[in-house]
């Protein structure tokens, strides 16, 4: 059994045929079709059911399928381990957050590990909703800093911050004057600002269902709009600090609607991927950044 029968395996399950395996791994269709029948003759099982249309796997094909899939990842994880290991420092390290965090704390430690490894390019991206995660999987990111998601075992975590939101409207809205908590039916005439687009979460939190609503995909633009009167909207306490304190912006409480609740935000890393010396060392600096706030 190798690695490339595996491969091939797995390119005609993914792909959906011999033709697009073929594609897949620049291979010629007979030179997979013949990795496969070695396959199934070493083995002694018959992996595809031929009688039908399409390659179909077997209940045996399906069950080696889904272990060849385990044997592939561990296999790649080994490759990228030999080449850090070859290459010594990573030529570049991706770090994202998400775009409603309070960014200070952030860059003063990637500071720190760029003057430690100046040679390593340093990748910083700030995304909205889910893309922190994306470009955690997709191999973009190696270390991101997301609110925490419960029961992610494919995770490995620290605490980094908590995070409150406030409800706000502008201060001059008459809503302000005419109700200590403003009834949903009123309020839904009003349009809520909230975070949407393409990676934004699937979770709602705290939107006015049925009410009238603005999209935005950034929290810069939402500020602006609920500061020019044009809508509400929850927003990170430290965005609007001074606009509260000079009186451009003040809370408002929706009838019946529980206060936002605190938001932890965690620095997570893909359990058990291998890592260089430059990511290992951010993830150590932020470990440092979590064990001088309880000191």
């Known amino acids: 059994m190798t690695l490339d029968q595996l491969k091939s395996l797995q390119a ?10 073929s594609e897949s791994l620049n291979r010629t269709p007979p030179t997979i079709s013949v990795a496969i029948k070695n396959l199934e003759e070493e083995l002694g099982l018959k992996i595809f059911d031929r009688d039908q249309y399409r390659n179909t796997l077997t209940p045996q094909g399906k069950k080696l399928y889904e272990q060849a899939k385990l044997v592939l990842s561990q ?17 570049e390290v991706g770090i994202a957050f998400t775009s409603a ?15 430690e490894f100046p040679a390593t390019r340093l990748e910083v991206y700030s995304e909205i909703g889910l ?37 706000v409207i502008a201060a001059d809205s008459p809503l302000l004057k005419n109700y200590d908590a403003v009834p ?25 269902e049925g009410g009238d609503q603005w999209r935005v995909n950034d929290f810069q633009t939402k500020k602006e709009i609920i500061m020019q009167g044009m809508g509400w909207g929850s927003l990170p306490e430290h965005l609007i600090k001074e606009e509260l304190a000079q009186g451009l912006l003040a809370p408002i409480k929706v009838e019946g609607d529980p206060d ?30 979590n064990e001088k706030k309880k000191n």
């Open 101 to 115: 965090i309070p960014v200070s704390p952030i860059i003063r430690t990637i500071r720190q590990c760029k003057e």
């Open 260 to 289: 936002i609740p605190n938001i932890e935000l965690r620095v997570a890393r893909l359990e058990g991927e291998p890592v260089g010396p430059v990511a290992q060392r951010l993830w150590h600096l932020f470990q440092q950044h």
């Open 12 to 21: 005609i399950v993914e792909g959906g045929s011999l033709r697009a395996a």
């Open 131 to 167: 893309g922190p995660m994306e470009l955690l999987e997709n191999g973009q990111a190696s270390i991101v800093i997301i609110p925490w998601m419960q029961n992610n075992h494919k995770l490995e975590s620290i605490h980094f911050m908590n995070m409150r939101f406030k409800s």
């Open 184 to 208: 949903k039916a009123i309020m839904k005439r009003y349009p809520q600002v909230i975070i949407g687009g393409r990676l934004s979460s699937s979770k709602n939190y705290g939107v006015l």
């Open 75 to 91: 296999a790649q994880t080994l490759q990228k381990l030999a080449t850090q290991l070859v290459a010594g420092e990573e030529t």
